[in-house]
């Protein structure tokens, strides 16, 4: 099929007439469109822009049927129900025999190994205009402030992305007021402290190196944390403080995931305060 690439967010949108002119996942208008490209071309055909400005991708084959359609689906009513039976007691099974571990593991995938070649959203987001390029789509993810923190505070902002894939990526923006002292030696331990006290967090492994970043100063921490005794991550705090205002950009992924830990890295080196 033929696909036509948006250069906002980098998502392959299906040419399948004239008419697509927008992004499916963005909004953003497409850079070639049909109508565009016939005032330059008026004796071109729908085809001839396809071959010209379209990626081609081959369709996947057919996948064969599996073992309920060749086997359960013929016997009808019966076979659903024994069907039925059959993924029960599976479920049963699996919850006894791997218990939370395989569940809370099947939770957090491995990145996709996709993000290391494809398209990059660079987006500046925040009052303090923090600028950062990923893999995915962040978007705002305002929570409510404890009662200390918002009397600390004249602004704050978070941000996420909503789709995981296997990473998890935030950022949190914070002003402080005038009258509080906003230091990288306190904004470190504050980030390390709210980690070690997060719920489900336990075995965490720790190091911390400077990190500079233009008009910032920095420390990056990473290590590694066992999540509700099941599985293990690693993660990524970059923890950045100018003036009054303080910055930290969290990234998590499985610790046995070198691709999710390559693309942590490569976010976190694309940080820039503007």
Same mark, same amino acid.
């Given at each position: ?21 927008? #992004?499916?996942? #963005?909004? !953003? ?6 109508? @565009? ?9 729908? &085809?001839?822009?396809?071959? &010209? ?5 081959? $369709?996947? =084959?057919?996948? /064969? ?19 039925? +039976? ?6 049963? +099974? ?5 218990? /939370?571990?395989? %569940? ?5 995938? /491995?990145?996709? /190994? ?33 009662? $200390?923190?918002?009397?600390?505070? &004249? ?16 950022? @949190? ?16 331990? !504050? ?18 190196? =400077? ?20 599985? !293990? ?7 950045? +403080? ?6 930290? +950009?969290?990234?998590? #992924?499985?610790? @046995? $995931? ?14 820039? %305060?503007?």
């Amino acid at each position: 099929m033929n696909y036509l690439s948006c250069r906002h967010c980098g998502h392959h949108n299906a040419l399948r007439s004239e008419f697509l002119t927008f #992004c499916e996942r #963005c909004g !953003k208008k497409l850079p070639y469109t049909f109508a @565009d490209w016939k005032q330059k071309n008026p004796e071109g055909s729908f &085809e001839a822009f396809c071959g &010209e400005v379209a990626i081609y991708i081959a $369709d996947a =084959p057919p996948p /064969k049927p599996g073992w309920m359609q060749q086997y359960l689906w013929p016997a009808g009513r019966r076979g659903l129900i024994l069907a039925a +039976v059959l993924v029960f007691a599976l479920v049963a +099974v699996a919850g006894t025999y791997f218990g /939370k571990q395989a %569940i809370v593991t099947w939770s957090y995938p /491995k990145a996709e /190994k996709s993000w290391l070649y494809s398209t990059w959203q660079t987006v500046t987001i925040g009052r303090q205009a923090l600028q950062i390029s990923a893999p995915v789509h962040l978007s705002v993810n305002d929570q409510a402030l404890n009662p $200390d923190l918002a009397k600390m505070v &004249e602004y704050a902002k978070s941000y996420r992305n909503r789709e995981e894939g296997g990473l998890q990526i935030s950022v @949190d923006m914070f002003s402080y007021r005038e009258t509080v002292t906003n230091n990288l030696d306190e904004a470190a331990k !504050k980030a390390a402290r709210d980690l070690q006290q997060e719920p489900g967090v336990s075995d965490l492994e720790l190091g911390s190196s =400077p990190i500079s970043r233009a008009n910032a100063q920095g420390v990056l921490q990473e290590g590694t944390l066992l999540y509700k005794n099941a599985v !293990k991550l690693a993660f990524y705090n970059l923890v950045m +403080v100018q003036g009054p205002h303080r910055w930290l +950009v969290s990234i998590r #992924c499985r610790a @046995d $995931d070198p691709t999710g830990q390559e693309l942590a890295k490569r976010v976190v080196s694309s940080v820039q %305060i503007k």
